[in-house]
């Protein structure tokens, strides 16, 4: 239960994190469209462990296969299935974790519920499941694109360093010029000297990823239980480690009065409705309204850090546990394309049931 995302562009993720592979199968891909492998791999490898020095240290070269659903480049509309083989396996670095939970990892939660856990790597706890999104990410915005829609997340908070970016402009080009994912170049750097800092003393630190989706027309979202809001906050919070998620001005909505928080429409010389302002995030009453989609999701410190910790036995006796292995001191850069993927299935989804329920379009 609980593998499979989505209604009409629907996507079933396998595998676990020390397994043979991890991969994805997308059901609902309309055919047709323009799949390459080069766009799915570009997605993949800004997500792949090892890719600067301040993500883990894992090495796994991710390279994508796709077996099913696409023939010379073009979705067939049958059933895409995508596989990345599990290269870097050190089991017995997880040794010590058959008879020990790890503190704020799904160790414990894992056995509770199922009665038995892939131990190694977290199993399906594993940000490692994660490649099957991504990978189904790149063939929504395959679907996206031929709405006009863009996506793109950037790291907006690392532990207390915030940069500034301006979500109506920002470009992946932006983000991607450096290795912590932040397009305030001045906050980047700091960013990585915190992070670099911070795993030096075997510590880590979470923060925030911001995402915007311009293009995205009026009227996507199915009140009143699939609100655009409502899909886009279950997906990304179905990520592992984030623990937030805000749409529009969120939490700090309240630091207002509905006065000052209101957007006010307006309409230009075509007639076309926007707002002056964009509080809403592009939402209202759970359907698309025409103006940029912007949410934040926050996601919490890794929870390995190298210190010993106190936690308890599989048989539920008191002891501590060191943390070891490699591990990502902070999430946030690799969280990126994973929070864009999560906002492109939702809407791929939402682009697809709007067509559907219009029967003249
Ligand atoms: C991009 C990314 C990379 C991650 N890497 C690690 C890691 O190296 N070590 C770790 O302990 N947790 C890592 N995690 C988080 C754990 O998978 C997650 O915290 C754990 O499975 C418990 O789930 P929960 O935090 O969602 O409750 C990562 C998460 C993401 C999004």
């Not at 600067?52 to 994508?64: C, F, H, M, P």
């Not at 076309?272 to 410190?301: C, D, E, H, L």
Request: glycine letters at 12%.
């Amino acid at each position: 239960m609980g593998n499979t995302f989505g209604r009409l562009f629907r996507v079933t993720t396998f595998g676990e994190s020390h397994g043979g592979a991890v991969g994805v199968v997308i059901d609902g891909c309309p055919p047709r469209l323009s799949i390459t492998l080069e766009a799915i791999q570009a997605d993949l490898d800004r997500r792949r462990p090892g890719q600067s020095r301040i993500t883990t240290q894992r090495k796994e070269s991710d390279t994508a296969q796709i077996l099913s659903g696409v023939q010379n480049g073009l979705s067939l509309g049958t059933p895409i299935a995508m596989l990345v083989r599990n290269e870097d396996q050190r089991s017995k670095d997880y040794d010590e974790l058959r008879e020990k939970y790890r503190p704020s990892h799904a160790d414990f939660t894992y056995d509770q519920k199922y009665g038995i856990r892939a131990v190694e790597g977290g199993g399906r706890a594993s940000a490692r499941e994660t490649v099957g999104r991504v990978a189904a990410g790149a063939v929504a915005r395959a679907v996206l694109t031929a709405y006009g829609v863009e996506i793109v997340g950037w790291v907006e908070q690392v532990h207390q360093i915030r940069g500034v970016t301006d979500p109506s402009t920002v470009t992946r080009k932006q983000v991607d010029a450096n290795i912590v994912r932040c397009p305030d170049s001045k906050a980047a750097e700091q960013m990585i000297a915190h992070i670099e800092e911070i795993r030096k003393a075997g510590d880590s630190v979470g923060g925030i990823v911001s995402c915007v989706a311009r293009g995205v027309p009026a009227g996507w979202g199915e009140p009143v239980f699939d609100k655009l809001e409502a899909d886009l906050g279950k997906g990304v919070l179905s990520l592992p480690a984030c623990k937030g998620f805000e749409v529009g001005s969120g939490f700090t909505g309240v630091d207002f009065t509905g006065i000052e928080h209101n957007d006010e429409f307006f309409a230009d010389d075509e007639r076309q409705v926007s707002t002056f302002s964009n509080r809403s995030g592009g939402i209202q009453g759970g359907i698309s309204n025409g103006m940029p989609i912007f949410i934040r999701a926050a996601f919490k410190p890794t929870a390995t850090v190298m210190r010993e910790q106190r936690t308890v036995t599989v048989s539920h006796e008191n002891t501590t546990i060191q943390g070891r292995g490699r591990h990502d001191p902070c999430v946030l850069p690799r969280a990126v394309p994973m929070v864009e993927a999560m906002v492109a299935l939702v809407l791929a989804d939402h682009a697809l049931l709007q067509s559907a329920i219009q029967m003249s379009s």
